[in-house]
């Protein structure tokens, strides 16, 4: 399992999800809560269909997110 200082809340385990980035102690991936987000579902929609989830472990999903973004366009 693979989780970087930057993002403490976020790990990569080849035998999760395909290596799917996810929030560490779950099979919930950083992709899947994007995806809510944009389909319009509310922070407290997710959490309450994901009670496992908060706020702070949404919000590691959208700093990996940018983050990722950014490390994008650094390289390209």
């Known amino acids: 399992m693979y989780s970087s200082p930057a ?3 976020i790990s990569i385990d ?3 999800r395909f290596g799917r980035a996810c929030l560490t102690g779950t099979r919930i991936s950083v992709e899947d809560v994007l995806g809510w987000l944009g389909n319009g579902m509310s922070n ?3 959490i309450e ?3 496992e ?4 472990l949404i919000r590691a ?3 990996y997110a940018a983050d990722r973004q950014r490390h ?3 390289v390209a």
């Open 7 to 9: 993002h403490p809340l």
């Open 14 to 16: 080849p035998e999760i």
């Open 44 to 46: 407290q929609d997710i």
């Open 49 to 51: 269909d994901f009670p």
């Open 53 to 56: 989830l908060n706020e702070e």
């Open 61 to 63: 999903c959208l700093r």
């Open 72 to 74: 994008t366009r650094l």
